[in-house]
């Protein structure tokens, strides 16, 4: 079962009959107008961003709220909006939205207990898989992403004055 997990982060848009989810490939001329739209969507989000609504685990921060998808860019950095104030959520759209830098783009939506056994508790209602294009500059470290290896997170947004709840 590991195996098909592994092939499941690496390759996110293959079709199997076993997924409990849907999988929709954008690439090619689709991308400006969806880029376009994702970006949009995602400002309007930041609008909803209150700290107040922010709950600090062991496992990191989440919104009480959620209104965040997941985003994975090259399967090694995830991204959580809903959680970062609006400033981060610009650094992450300048940085990681911008079509000359994006290859595809894969989204997988469907049933949350099943992405949640493969990408963690994070997982709100979509997972927005970005594949940067290999010659392209990508600095991963926008949207208060902490980096653990070659890959990372933005997961633990907790300020020093922040309770931390033990689960």
């Known amino acids: 079962m590991k195996f098909f997990h592994i092939l499941t982060i690496v390759l996110p848009c293959l079709s199997f009959v076993t997924f409990a989810q849907n999988a929709t490939q954008v690439e090619g001329k689709d991308l400006?107008?969806?880029?376009?739209?994702?970006?949009?969507?995602?400002?309007?989000?930041?609008?909803?961003?209150?700290?107040d609504d922010l709950?600090?685990?062991?496992?990191?921060?989440?919104?009480?709220?959620?209104?965040?998808?997941l985003y994975m860019i090259n399967?090694?950095?995830?991204?959580?909006?809903?959680?970062?104030?609006?400033?981060?959520?610009?650094?992450?759209?300048?940085?990681?939205?911008?079509?000359?830098?994006?290859?595809?783009?894969?989204?997988?939506?469907?049933?949350?207990?099943?992405s949640q056994s493969i990408y963690g508790s994070h997982v709100v209602d979509e997972v927005i898989h970005i594949k940067i294009k290999a010659k392209a500059r990508f600095n991963p470290k926008v949207g208060?992403?902490?980096?653990?290896?070659?890959?990372?997170?933005?997961?633990?947004?907790?300020?020093?004055?922040?309770i931390l709840i033990r689960i």
């Open 32 to 51: 400006p107008s969806f880029i376009s739209n994702l970006t949009q969507q995602v400002y309007e989000d930041t609008i909803k961003f209150s700290r």
């Open 75 to 114: 399967g090694k950095y995830a991204y959580k909006l809903d959680i970062i104030a609006g400033e981060l959520v610009e650094q992450f759209v300048k940085e990681v939205l911008v079509l000359d830098k994006i290859e595809s783009i894969c989204i997988r939506q469907g049933d949350i207990s099943y």
């Open 55 to 69: 709950l600090h685990t062991q496992v990191g921060s989440r919104n009480k709220k959620g209104y965040s998808k």
């Open 144 to 162: 208060g992403l902490k980096k653990k290896g070659k890959t990372g997170n933005n997961f633990e947004q907790r300020l020093d004055n922040e």
